[in-house]
């Protein structure tokens, strides 16, 4: 476009002062630019952190947040200080391309960004707790004469600390899903005992009271189900003497009735009779294992009768196990009361050492007073009940990511799972701790399209249904038009623009962002050449001066190479980071699509 060119709905708006990104980034850029160390100074590891109010519906709020890797090369600066927010059953997209520090950012949040990375500085708070609290303590940079380079001491013993208390945090607070799943998951141990941790360590307590209920409700009806329970007591018909009268019993109707659908062949009615007499038992896990112990038998299910009675009798507990059960409830509970002390640490910005010394010794006493469950051949038979109940709960998760055979891939081993089955059995471990915040990385990129969209349905469910707030991060501009509310654009480590997703794709304003939206097909324009950005995701070691998109971008102009352009408000709820926007001579791009232009869509 000429520079003599200027849409309207541009011209007008201009930076507000009251924008809450202005204020920060102003004091950033008026700083002399980060040495390379850049290491943050000693006086702010003394300064009391800032009473932090959150906002309504607001889970993550991302301020600030400055992630660097310190390679024999240089310092990589992968994260600049980025502003990012997510709320309470939204899904917040990020996209940009490889390199632009996606998972980087996702790996920030969760505090599992590994050596030669740091975060360096900024806030993350989920709910309200700051996840970044004591982080200044953590390490301490030094400038090596001389050299350009930085010596980074760590503080191992606060690092520790910090990883306790992020474990308290993990699972209910914010679980992710991992770009690779085959990193992720550990090669040693089979799929079931992976997703069976997750669940024992944050929905332990429901585990193993569902165990002791169902115990209880075995022996209240005189011991369980036995073989000869079944064999009902038949009186005589009053009206027709030396006929038998048939009066139904509960669990015997219940299961000739679960006999006769797996006879019968139909899945459904099978499905459905399990969950009866699952019901019946006080134990919802019982209903696939019956479920699948039947479902191949077809009209030899009549004579599994024996078999079904086993399945049902593993609800009774022997005394030791009855007595294992508790004391490792105990220890849960223990564990959830240093975890809720964690938090409130998080929240207050205060140690809480001597509540959590007291709880420690606790837990240690309680170990120690019961050491006896932890010596292999006993642990073996006392903790049996719950590894069976975490085994087909976890069954149960894989079939809601379909996977078609669960017992099969929860028995196997990560190197005998496909791509595409991995990655849905580590969304199933994500899902299931019904978290506050989901972080999902790429969670469809290994996947068929179709199981593309019922993953994306599942995400949906559960953020619809618990709340969860959810960080979608992709490449794909389809899964974002389709299931995002907001939607960030990230360039070489920072936030170039953000705004609710239909405002963002009916009027991009930043030209890389109308560069991506000009680079994918459109349905309604099958003859359009796609556009593509020249060149490529900058060195981050060596980013470019003032704006990082200078290079690329067909409308820089001399103040972009100097001067790095500040995040502003350009309308209700779109924030960009572009001089088109500030500097007084300059034009705007008209490139952006017409503003009824519809979205695109995602892949059916
Ligand atoms: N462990 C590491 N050591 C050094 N640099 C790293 C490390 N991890 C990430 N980086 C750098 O951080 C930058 C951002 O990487 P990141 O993995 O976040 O990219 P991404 O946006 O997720 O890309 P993709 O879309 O390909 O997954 C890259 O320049 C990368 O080289
Ligand atoms: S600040 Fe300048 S170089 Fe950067 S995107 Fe805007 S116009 Fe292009
Ligand atoms: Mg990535």
Redesign the pocket.
């Known amino acids: 476009m000429t520079s003599a060119q200027s849409p309207p709905n541009y011209s007008s708006r201009r930076f507000r002062p009251s924008g809450g990104h202005r204020t920060r980034e102003a004091s950033r850029v008026r700083r002399p630019a980060p040495t390379t160390s850049a290491a943050p100074s000693a006086s702010s590891s003394e300064r009391p952190a800032p009473a932090y109010t959150p906002r309504k519906d607001v889970v993550l709020d991302v301020q600030d947040l400055k992630t660097y890797?310190f390679?024999y090369d240089g310092v990589?600066r992968?994260l600049e200080g980025i502003n990012l927010q997510a709320r309470a059953g939204e899904t917040t997209g990020v996209v940009?391309e490889?390199?632009?520090?996606?998972?980087?950012t996702a790996f920030s949040i969760a505090r599992l960004i590994g050596d030669?990375?740091r975060v360096m500085s900024g806030r993350i708070y989920l709910n309200g707790a700051n996840l970044l609290w004591g982080l200044e303590r953590e390490a301490r940079f030094k400038k090596i004469p001389g050299t350009g380079r930085v010596k980074v001491m760590r503080s191992f013993r606060r690092i520790r600390s910090a990883n306790e208390r992020m474990a308290a945090v993990r699972g209910r607070g914010v679980s992710m899903i991992f770009?690779e799943p085959g990193q992720a998951m550990n090669p040693v141990f089979s799929i079931a005992d992976q997703l069976g941790e997750a669940l024992l360590l944050h929905s332990g307590v429901e585990v193993v009271e569902g165990l002791l209920r169902a115990d209880a409700l075995a022996r209240g009806s005189g011991g369980g189900f036995s073989s000869t329970e079944f064999v009902p007591e038949a009186p005589e018909d009053p009206d027709h003497p030396g006929q038998v009268e048939v009066v139904p019993s509960g669990p015997l109707t219940d299961i000739d009735r679960m006999l006769q659908a797996a006879a019968s062949g139909s899945q459904t009615d099978l499905r459905a009779a399990t969950d009866v007499v699952a019901k019946e038992a006080g134990l919802a896990s019982l209903s696939p294992e019956l479920f699948y112990m039947l479902r191949d038998a077809g009209a030899q299910a009549l004579q599994r009768r024996e078999r079904v009675l086993r399945v049902l009798r593993r609800r009774q507990l022997t005394g030791m196990q009855q007595s294992s059960i508790r004391h490792q409830r105990r220890l849960i509970l223990l564990q959830r009361a240093l975890n809720d002390l964690y938090l409130k640490e998080m929240k207050l910005g205060k140690s809480q050492l001597a509540a959590r010394s007291r709880i420690a010794f606790r837990m240690r006493i309680e170990r120690m007073r019961h050491f006896y469950f932890g010596l292999w051949g006993i642990k073996r038979v006392a903790q049996r009940p719950i590894k069976n109940e975490l085994f087909w709960r976890t069954v149960v998760l894989l079939e809601g990511v379909r996977i078609a055979n669960p017992v099969q891939v929860a028995r196997g081993y990560p190197h005998e799972l496909s791509g595409g089955m991995l990655q849905r059995a580590m969304i199933a471990m994500a899902l299931s701790c019904e978290p506050a915040l989901l972080l999902a990385d790429e969670p469809t990129t290994a996947l068929d399209v179709t199981i593309q969209a019922q993953i994306l349905e599942l995400m949906r469910q559960l953020r619809d249904r618990v709340g969860t707030a959810i960080v979608l991060i992709t490449?794909d501009l389809g899964v974002v038009a389709e299931v995002c509310n907001r939607v960030n654009v990230m360039y070489a480590g920072l936030i170039i623009e953000s705004g609710p997703v239909h405002e963002l794709f009916r009027r991009p304003l930043h030209p890389y962002t109308q560069g991506l939206l000009a680079s994918i097909p459109r349905f309604d324009q099958p003859d359009k050449e796609l556009a593509s950005i020249p060149g490529s995701v900058p060195n981050?070691i060596h980013p470019p001066p003032g704006c990082r998109f200078h290079p690329r971008c067909p409308y820089a102009m001399p103040i972009c190479k100097e001067v790095r352009p500040l995040p502003q408000l350009e309308g209700e709820d779109h924030m960009v980071a572009c001089h088109l926007y500030t500097a007084p001579a300059a034009t705007p791009p008209e490139t952006a699509p017409a503003p009824s232009a519809p979205l695109p869509t995602a892949p059916a």
């Open positions: 890797f390679t990589l992968a940009g490889t390199g632009c520090g996606k998972s980087v030669p990375g770009q490449h981050l």
